[in-house]
């Protein structure tokens, strides 16, 4: 699929930044007044700010409101729905750390467990997706959690939970590669199946529904050539996984932490521009790009 600039700004910028309010809501670290105050505008600007960007993505951004009516049946609206609560409650949380220094800790504990259903919400819009079946799976959502958590952690100063949930992500990376990879195939999804004349013999497209561009080639049939691919995966993974790990093995100082952040959040626009672009949507069979 096409990797739109917007939607990758978003899922990694909303991602870190839901994922540092939820270790805020949870008193790591138990900041008030003026440290308080940065740790929240850090969280509220990245999380907000990733969900601005996703608007630029809409047809007609004017009417998103109307995204957050059909929360029965759409994680998109959840999802919006989610973060507005979140926000709103650990706003009020983060009112009473930093105005006067209160600790109301069963508010952080909501907004905690909010903002991390907003991250989960944000990840099921692509693993429900049963017609791009590279994402239709329990990896998907796994990975976007432990990524939001470990660069959450890493913003929250929280290195050692950073380690370990990096790590982890590594691996759950490495596994959504590796099973990812042949799913398209496995599935039997073909043009004969698509079209349902496959049990009439070998089905192909006489010709091509039309001569030129449409929004369905534009944004569901990016193709990625395999060599290419092959290396942004060694890059994404070195950067979001392998450095941030060697340097917190070095040290946890400030400025060692930072960078291993640095690196991390690189690495991730890396592996979530990869994630769009390796994605075959089964519309491509129409088109003979499959």
Known sequence: ?????????????????????????????????????????????????????????????????????????????????????????????AFGAIFLGANWQPLGYIGS????????????????LKTVPRWNHWTTPLLFLLLSLGGGALLALQTSLGLILLTFAGAVQLLAWYLGDGRFQRRGTNIGTATGLGDRGKVRAFEPPHTGNNYLLKEMVHQVGRKHAVKLRVIAFIMMILMPIGLLM?????????????????????QRWLFFAEAEHVVGLYYGKR
């Open 1 to 93: 699929m096409h990797p739109a600039s917007s939607v990758i700004i978003f899922t990694v910028a909303s991602g870190l930044g839901f994922g540092l309010l939820t270790w805020l809501g949870l008193g790591l670290p138990n900041a008030n007044g003026w440290a308080a105050f940065w740790y929240y505008a850090l969280g509220f600007a990245l999380a907000g700010g990733g969900l601005l960007a996703s608007t630029f993505h809409l047809g007609n951004p004017q009417r998103f409101l109307k995204a957050f009516s059909q929360w029965r049946s759409s994680w998109l609206s959840r999802e919006g729905c989610l973060s507005v609560f979140a926000m709103a409650i650990l706003g009020i949380f």
């Open 113 to 128: 467990v909010l903002a991390v259903l907003t991250i989960i919400a944000t990840s099921m819009i692509y693993a429900q």
């Open 250 to 270: 070095i040290s946890y100082a400030v400025p060692i932490v930072v960078l291993a952040l640095l690196v991390h959040m690189i690495g991730t626009f890396v």
